[in-house]
């Protein structure tokens, strides 16, 4: 069974600060989203990464992927309040009869502190 | 251009009921996924639909059933409720003509079993 492992779980930081939340994944996969949820909010999509080596850019965050290592990492640079969500990732995968699944990481609560 | 709509908002249950949510995909899409988001954790898989089938189901009890109409709108059933199932339920679609777009979620059902 697939796992999708996020760390930290909980991640409180300045203002300011850089920090990385990783995403480690126990399968084979080249495909993996970044989502984000605002506190009783649904998902948002922040990234799809399609391949190894993938990076994508969007404001302060930047994520990448590697399927070999099976990690994909999310890196937020200056933190400003807005971004303060939690983050998941979620691995994409599909059996040999075609059917595709999203298997979702444990989550990353990131707090932002002025 | 309305997105994934989902109703009701919120729902109270005793042990032992049942209970039906509804989803309306977003325009243009044909594929609907269902998942369960407890309380401070990663949303999980329940099944996926598509041409009125299920096509790929995750690790939920037959008690979780669903069902997909010629409009691609979608159930969710659940029978002989238990405490365990107070949860956040939130459907996500897709098109399978864009097989690399990330799924689009609705703002979920809250459902609270009593």
């Known amino acids: 069974e697939l796992k999708v492992e996020q760390n930290p779980l909980f991640l409180s930081m300045q203002e300011g600060k850089n920090y990385t939340i990783y995403c480690n994944y126990s399968?084979?996969?080249?495909?993996l989203y970044w989502y984000r949820q605002d506190p009783g909010k649904s998902l948002e999509s922040l990234f799809v990464?399609?391949?190894?080596?993938a990076v994508k850019q969007e404001g302060r965050l930047m994520a990448s992927l590697d399927t070999k290592a099976r990690l994909s990492t999310l890196h937020i640079t200056a933190a400003v309040h807005d971004l303060s969500a939690t983050y998941f990732c979620a691995v994409y995968t599909i059996s040999n009869f075609g059917n595709e699944k999203l298997t979702f990481g444990t989550g990353t609560r990131l707090t932002i502190i002025p | 251009d309305a997105g994934v709509t989902q109703s009701p908002t919120h729902l109270i249950k005793t042990r032992g009921q049942q209970v039906t949510l509804r989803c309306s995909p977003k325009?243009?899409?044909?594929?609907v996924s269902w998942y369960q988001q407890a309380l401070g954790q990663g949303p999980q898989f329940i099944f996926q639909?598509?041409?009125?089938?299920?096509?790929q189901r995750g690790n939920f009890p037959d008690r979780f059933s669903g069902h997909q109409f010629p409009n691609y709108s979608s159930e969710l059933n659940v029978n002989a409720l238990l405490l365990g199932d107070s949860a956040l339920y939130l459907c996500a679609s897709s098109s399978t003509g864009q097989p690399y777009q990330p799924q689009h979620f609705g703002d979920g059902t809250r459902l609270s079993i009593l």
């Open positions: 990464l399609l391949s190894n080596g």
């Open positions: 639909y598509y041409e009125e089938e299920e096509r």
């Open positions: 399968t084979t996969s080249d495909r």
């Open positions: 325009s243009g899409h044909d594929t």
